[in-house]
T-cell receptor, first 114, second 115 residues
């Protein structure tokens, strides 16, 4: 069965620190990968996605993620976080071709202090 | 263009009652999925509808059901409510099944509290 694991449940950083959030998936086929963000009191928004091609994808607000097929990973990175990045981050996966549902990890809560 | 609209935004029900939640997808989107979000559990998939047909269903009891209309609007129904059903229910829409390679657009959710 397909699954998504986010090992960091709660991350606390100071502004300007670098960020890396882990995401590993289990799926027996070709996948599409996503990172979503949920700012306090707001709805889920797409941060970035990997569909095909260059495994290093860039999203909004300076975020990027790297797809490493051999490790079944899609880690999210940002070189220098800001207080406004405080939010919950969700990794998600579905099968290429849309035959399977989009499933999410349990989320990582990021707190950034000034 | 208008986003995904969910109504109502907040709902308080008592145990044993039933509830119906509504979702209007982005115009032109034919796929609608429903998720239950609770602290610590993340987003749990309920079901997906595409062109009025249920494509996938999550591991929820039969008390949870849904449907999609010809205009792509969707409703989900929960019967015989339990305290554990308290959650944020999210609706997401896309033009392709399961979000395809573009992902979903989410609504703001309906916050259901069961007392």
């Amino acid at each position: 069965a397909q699954s998504v694991s986010q090992h960091n449940h709660h991350v606390i950083l100071s502004e300007a620190a670098s960020l890396e959030l882990g995401c590993n998936y289990s799926y027996g086929g070709t996948v599409n990968l996503f990172w979503y963000v949920q700012y306090p009191g707001q709805h889920l928004q797409l941060l970035l996605k990997y569909f095909s091609g260059d495994p290093l994808v860039k999203g909004i607000k300076g975020f990027e993620a790297e797809f490493i097929k051999s490790k079944f990973s899609f880690n999210l990175r940002k070189p220098s976080v800001q207080w406004s990045d405080t939010a919950e981050y969700f990794c998600a996966v579905n099968g290429r071709g849309g035959s399977d549902k989009l499933i999410f990890g349990t989320g990582t809560r990021l707190q950034v202090f000034p | 263009k208008a986003g995904v609209t969910q109504t109502p935004r907040y709902l308080i029900k008592t145990r044993g009652q039933q509830v119906t939640l509504s979702c209007s997808p982005i115009s032109g989107h034919r796929s609608v999925s429903w998720y239950q979000q609770t602290p610590g559990q993340g987003l749990q998939f309920l079901f997906e509808y595409f062109s009025e047909t249920q494509r996938n269903k999550g591991n929820f009891p039969g008390r949870f059901s849904g449907r999609q209309f010809s205009n792509s609007r969707s409703e989900m129904n929960v019967s015989t409510l339990e305290l554990g059903d308290s959650a944020l229910y999210l609706c997401a829409s896309s033009s392709d099944p399961a979000g395809g390679g573009y992902g979903y657009t989410f609504g703001s959710g309906t916050r259901l509290t069961v007392v």
